[in-house]
């Protein structure tokens, strides 16, 4: 019997604070780059890991993710963003929001394959964040062609069933359930995180249209009339205004900048690991639907074969014929033969891959502190806003009625 290894190489020993540590890759537009209508956008991509800059098109990223597919067919392979807007009215907001969202995800992509184990080692990833011609996509299809899908390539391909436990399936099945639990969960927090940062940015807008108001009443120069009380301080009252528009300025400031780093911070994070989940999901259903489906057709076709042999043997036709069926079935259980080893290298990524997603799961504490840090930063930069405010209202209100801003609302 093979003797099982000191480390099993299903293990893949790996920390989400060791996987942060591979790259961190920043992907900011080129604007003087950027043509009408989303054309001809490009991005600027740097490599904390190689300590390098390089000029991507989104077309780049497609052709690595298409290439990744082959590579990896039994990896993680994250989505990428549409290339076009959905068709409707296009405006230049509507354009410049989908143009920041697109960058965002691409942002997403090419971190989760950059810091993934066997990504970020391939040729064909550091390809991509190096090379600095102008025909990368050629370089990339060659990197690839030269090497292969992964199958192909790893030691252990077809060791694979040695490694996996015995009730593999069983593992699979409660592991997918789990993390299908876990997708939809983080989907319902980023939405509700969404609404929080919507709020905040909200809460920016009417704040500056408050101090706004408070600038225009304290700016209008029209005189008393002469109906008024004789005891009114409108006068002194309308001038005390005007002085207090530059806080509400800057409570509007400080709303934004919680309002932009609950996107940045809280919602983006959830988006990288939202993203790193559905990669997770899409490769379930590739397991199905690719291997494991080819496997049992490959097993009916020979199902089929054996019969047609039976019944040629029963009722003799020409050797020629039952010659070409035997090659056939030779032919054809070879072919059994390393569809099955695939199905188990299949299956021996997917227990690295889960392991891959657990891993990750700590990514909820530091999406859970972001949210707690932002809060407190925010409420404490407001709440210092609004403390300046008080001396200015007790000033105002004592100076009009003598009602100070904590005293109780006369009945």
Known sequence: MH??????????????????????????????????????????????????????????????????LLRFAYR??????????????????????FIEGRRRALHRFINLVARHPFFSEDELVKTF??????????????????????????????????????????????????????????????????????????????????????????????????LASAHSTWGALRNSLKGL????????????????????????????????????????ERHEKGVLHDHQRALQKYSVMKRQMMSATVQPKEQVSVEQLESRIIQQENAIQTMELRNYFSLFCLHQETQLVFAYLEIASHILGALVSSQIQGHREMGEVWLNLQPKMSSLFGGSNGISPASPTPK
């Open 3 to 68: 003797a099982a290894p000191e480390e099993s190489p299903l293990v893949v020993a790996q920390s989400l604070a060791q996987l942060l540590e591979r790259d961190t890759v920043q992907v900011e537009l080129i604007p003087e780059k950027k043509g009408l209508f989303l054309k001809h956008v490009e991005y600027q991509i740097t490599s904390q890991r190689f300590k390098i800059s390089v000029y991507r098109r989104y077309s780049d990223f497609d052709v690595l993710h298409e290439l990744l």
């Open 76 to 97: 993680m392979v994250p989505a990428l963003p549409p290339k076009r807007m959905l068709k409707g009215v296009l405006t230049s907001t509507s354009e410049r929001e």
């Open 129 to 226: 964040l190096t090379f600095n011609g102008s025909d990368v996509q050629n370089k990339m299809r060659e990197a690839c062609k030269k090497t292969g899908d992964e199958f192909m390539t790893n030691r252990t391909a077809t060791l694979a069933k040695e490694y996996l436990p015995a009730d593999v399936q069983g593992q699979f099945a409660s592991s997918r359930e789990l993390i299908r639990n876990i997708l939809c969960s983080f989907h319902k927090l980023r939405d509700r995180v969404e609404r929080v940062a919507e709020r905040s940015k909200e809460n920016s807008t009417d704040l500056l249209m408050f101090g706004k108001e408070l600038s225009v009443m304290g700016s209008d120069t029209s005189p008393v009339p002469p």
């Open 245 to 284: 528009s530059g806080e509400f300025v800057q409570l509007a400031d400080k709303a934004s900048q919680q309002g932009r780093r609950e996107e940045d911070e809280v919602v983006e994070k959830l988006n990288l690991f939202l993203d790193l989940l559905q990669s997770y999901k899409d490769l379930c």
